[in-house]
């Protein structure tokens, strides 16, 4: 078949289609503001780091803004998806493979080396390398030195900020994207970067907080340092810590239930801001097969069990026996944990059992081992124990194998090969809670224009979570799935005008249909009344 | 078991399968000389463009058509022998029906122009269009300039196509204003200035003469008929239309005329041999519809009618109310009900356009009753469901347009139109 894409393997010109002479000076741009900070890297150690911080980020900025706007402001405003499956970086080309590469190389480093990254290699613990260069700007806002995961957090902010304008243009016909897109750079700017550098300079003790970072995406909020480290901190801790828990037990499930997952998923989250706008590139490499989707609902929901079960765990294990110390012991505790499951099963059986259909069973399952695993835990846990293992290596091995490996080296460092939103469709246990619950309770759909698919396929090929939207569409039916973080890039691209994300009734929000609307109705009401 | 053979594998052979299978038992096979699998052929502009890979077109996996005992044949029909129920293929082989079903579409019209048949001179339909597009026009450097001859909806996507890889295109419209046979004239004035917009070369009121040949028998370039101008150009598309893909059938003992001629139970003259989508001719045209109605959602909803008098409930293809839709490079179109190009006898129009050039509504209404006729909408989407209904109500035109705002189907946040509508619409009411 001649349309199989052939990549040339030539890295000097790659693609079908050419950038302007324009684009080609922003690119240099961007690259020599990336060669600052790989010179950096490689303990180049320049005379003035603040100046050259600034030139450094400032020139990666400068270089995006300017190729994001001879790409799309040259143009009449509209769909701008000519040929992303041509070009070599976001069509698992040469380019894609090596950005790949070196993102996924950047992580390990982060992640499990970083000392690489020059932390506190220099005189008396001074850091040297990539960090020093980000001691600066980390002084300017919290007066301490740089950390990797500032360096990290800055790097992480400037990506979301400079192609979130990239997205904006892109989209600037709609509104939907551009107030969306606001949004993630709000929240990464303030909640994630900003605010807990403040927090630090008013309060140093208390634990680095995102506040839109809610359990369990934050797995370690309810660790014992963490809480600790709150609580000793008197009203501001406790206020703090209480949010979080209202995060989820409360604000989640009302703006879920109003809104859908997206308010969340595709508004406020960190990861969800970087997938939207950095990522916007590859978002059609995720799969739409079958056999994704499977695997998909097996991981996610283990990773939930797992980090249900390890933070009860984590939590259980610092609580005390004694009533005396704390009215939260560890038989409280425990009870409270699986009598909270227990009324979700049982509420979700009781009502929705027709919607889970065949589903049900498994959720059945998985109910009752997380209640069998969380009995076992308690009868034969120890201060130290649990399973029989140190809970302590339950709680890191979540941290390296799904906090680390998962959502960032696999998550983000393989954007150009499996799409851009990979640890949001298979790993984030945040996602799966918010997700379970817009599929069952929740006014959220995407509504499908009765008769008007011509099932060409640009919704589902946009589908950063691989959902295969068109399956639903060419039959007429709404898209209501538990992965669906309402982006709104599907109903953007259809050319039909299908599809539309709406908050509206319960009623009616599931609605399969076998023959469209436009058609004879008597046999509409034959076939579709079955 | 009752064997159903189906020649052709579009939208509406597929559908026509699948709802079979729903109901049925039967042994089906899907005959196609094009493809291996069933694609979206509207969504052909969308491989070259390189929004998408050709796989991505493809609304099933391809595990499903086994998984449904749906049985896929690559072959060319040749001859129907519908005494012994059998087709021959151009290979030699042959098949045995119970049933057969002709669905094989359209194909490109040709109007016997001058070098119609030279390399480089294509239709834009089959997915043999699209390779051989690809192989002409990879680019601007081997394609400098492209003609486009007829404007309709093929037309201009081809013209979109290749404006996409920066290829200069010509594009020579026989009419007077785009697509003026259909669109009023206000909405195909917005779009002959859209098309320009795009930098695009559009000639109305102009005929292909001839197409010239280069020594190797390429085309080298096009003669306009009014002018006598010569363009050079490596690639002609040729999209004046489309007629029923029907030149197997001529031999045959079924009737056709263009098409496939079919009563409303989309039978053909002889006993179990059936027709459906492009190729199928109404011997009377329903309502206001043509004969051949060669349209993705009627292809559709044929198939859906067809699966339920093959299956034992012989019923009539009873279409509902008329809707369609299009994408003019960045204004999509949505049509509900009937607006003519010309409001005929005691029907009148309302027009309203926005200041931009990209959006615009036409109102058709009856001038006596004020009944609502239909809607045309250009840039604002609105919700076939509701226009459905307030059809099948009898709306008056005023009702309709005071209830606008419930027909909406634009994304949130977006702007919204209907007051700068409607008090266009009573100002025009008061002057008239």
Not at chain 1, 124 to 146: C, K, M, V, Y
Not at chain 1, 259 to 282: H, I, N, Q
Request: neutral net charge; contains cysteine.
């Amino acid at each position: 078949m001649s349309n199989k894409l052939n990549h040339s393997m030539s890295l000097a010109k790659p693609d079908a289609l050419n950038i302007t002479t324009k684009q080609k000076i922003a690119l240099i741009l961007g690259v020599v503001g990336l060669f600052i900070l790989a010179l950096a890297l490689f303990n180049t150690n320049f005379p003035n780091k603040g100046l050259f911080l600034t030139l450094s980020l400032g020139l990666i900025v400068l270089g995006t803004i300017v190729y994001s706007r001879e790409a799309y402001l040259t143009k009449l405003e509209g769909i701008k998806n000519d040929g992303q499956w041509f070009k070599s970086i976001s069509s698992r080309g040469i380019w894609g493979w090596i950005l790949g590469v070196i993102l996924t190389g950047f992580y390990i480093v982060l992640y499990f080396y970083p000392k690489y990254l020059g932390l506190g290699q220099g005189a008396d613990g001074a850091n040297t390398g990539l960090i020093s260069l980000f001691d600066p700007l980390s002084q300017l806002l919290s007066g301490r030195n740089a950390s990797q995961w500032f360096v990290y957090g800055t790097l992480y902010t400037i990506a979301i900020l400079a192609f979130g304008y990239k997205f904006i243009l892109k989209y600037r016909h709609n509104r939907y994207q551009q107030i969306r897109t606001v949004s993630v750079m709000f929240f990464q700017l303030g909640f994630a970067f900003l605010i807990p550098e403040f927090m630090y300079v008013m309060n140093n003790d208390l634990p680095y907080y995102d506040l839109k970072s809610i359990w369990p995406l934050n797995y370690y909020i309810f660790d014992e340092w963490s809480v600790n480290g709150f609580l000793s901190n008197g009203n501001i801790g406790l206020a703090l810590i209480l949010f979080g828990i209202i995060s989820i037990f409360v604000i989640t499930p009302i703006l879920t239930y109003k809104f859908g997952k997206r308010w969340y998923c595709s508004w406020v989250c960190g990861c969800g801001g970087l997938a939207e706008t950095a990522g916007d590139s590859f978002r059609h490499l995720s799969s739409k097969k079958m056999y994704a989707w499977k695997l998909e609902r097996w991981l996610i929901h283990l990773v939930l069990v797992f980090s249900v079960v390890m933070t009860t765990a984590m939590v259980y294990t610092y609580l005390g026996y004694d009533k005396n110390d704390f009215w939260l012991t560890r038989s409280v505790f425990i009870s409270l944990v699986i009598g909270f499951l227990t009324i979700i099963f049982v509420g979700v059986m009781y009502f929705k059992r027709q919607e889970l259909g065949k589903d049900a069973k498994y959720g059945a399952i998985g109910f009752f081992s997380v209640i069998a695993l969380l009995l076992i835990m308690h009868f034969t846990g120890t201060t130290d124990n649990v399973f029989y293992v140190k809970a302590s290596s339950l709680r890191s091995a979540y941290g390296i194998y799904i906090g680390s490996i998962f959502s960032g080296v696999i998550g983000t460092g393989f954007y150009p090969i499996l799409g851009s939103r990979s640890w949001c469709r298979f790993g984030c246990p945040m996602a799966a809670i918010l997700g379970f619950q817009q599929r069952l309770f929740s006014k959220f759909r995407i509504t499908t224009n009765g008769g008007q698919c011509i099932s060409c396929g640009n919704c589902s090929n946009s589908c950063e979570m691989g959902i295969d939207v068109r399956h639903y569409a060419q039959k007429g039916e709404n898209i209501v799935r538990s992965s669906c973080v309402g982006c709104g890039i599907c109903s953007a691209v259809c050319p039909r005008g299908v599809l539309k994300l709406e908050n509206d009734s319960m009623k009616g929000r599931i609605n399969p249909t076998e023959v469209l609307l436009g058609n004879d109705v008597d046999l509409m009401e034959l076939v579709n009344q079955k | 078991m009752e064997h159903i053979v189906i020649i052709g594998n579009g939208i509406s052979g597929v559908t026509l399968a699948r709802h079979i299978r729903k109901l049925s038992d039967k042994k089906i096979t899907i005959v196609s000389a094009e493809t291996d699998y069933f694609f979206s052929r509207t969504a052909l502009m969308y491989v070259y463009m390189g929004h998408m890979k050709f796989e991505h077109t493809q609304p099933y996996e391809n595990w499903f058509w086994e998984k449904n005992r749906i049985n896929l044949k690559k072959g060319y029909v040749e001859n129907i022998h519908t005494n012994s129920k059998t087709l021959q293929f151009a290979d030699g082989d042959t098949l045995q029906y119970d049933k057969l079903v002709i669905a094989t579409g359209s194909k490109p019209n040709k109007f016997g122009w001058p070098g119609q048949d030279l390399e480089g001179v294509m239709g834009m339909y089959h997915k043999q269009d699209l390779d051989n597009l690809e192989k002409h026009a990879p680019n601007k450097d081997v394609c400098k300039r492209a003609v486009i001859v007829g404007g309709g909806l093929i037309g201009i996507e081809l013209a979109e196509m290749l404006n996409s890889r920066s290829i200069p295109v010509t594009f020579l419209v026989r009419e007077s204003s785009f697509w003026n046979g259909v669109l009023p004239e206000g909405e195909s004035a917005m779009i002959n200035r859209h098309i320009k917009n795009h930098h695009i070369d559009l000639r109305l009121s102009t005929n292909l003469k001839e197409i010239k040949s280069d020594e190797n028998g390429k085309v080298k370039s096009v003669i306009i008929e009014e002018t006598g101008e010569e363009l050079e150009c490596n690639v002609v598309g040729l999209t004046a239309g489309v007629s029923p893909n029907i030149d197997f059938i001529k031999d045959s003992a079924i009737e056709t005329g263009r098409g496939v001629k079919v009563n409303r139970f989309l039978e053909t003259n002889i006993a179990d041999v059936y027709a459906i989508g492009d190729c199928a001719e109404q011997h009377e045209a329903i309502g206001n519809r043509r004969p051949i109605e060669a349209v993705w959602y009627t292809g559709r909803m044929m198939g859906e009618t067809l699966a339920q008098t093959i299956c034992g409930n012989r019923i009539e293809y009873k279409p509902g109310h008329w809707f369609n839709s299009a994408k003019f490079m960045d204004i999509e179109y949505q049509t509900y009900g009937w607006v003519f190009a010309k409001s005929r006898e005691n029907e009148a129009h309302f027009h309203w356009k926005h200041q931009d050039d990209t959006k615009c509504i036409t109102v058709a209404y009856h001038k006596d009753s004020n009944e609502f006729l239909g809607i045309n909408t250009f840039g604002i989407r609105m919700r076939h469901e509701i226009f459905d209904k307030w059809l099948t109500e009898k709306r008056d035109v005023d009702y309709v347009m005071n209830h606008l705002s419930d027909a909406n189907f634009d994304p949130e946040f977006y702007s919204k139109f209907e007051n700068d509508i409607l008090s266009a619409y009573n100002n025009q009411l008061q002057t008239a």
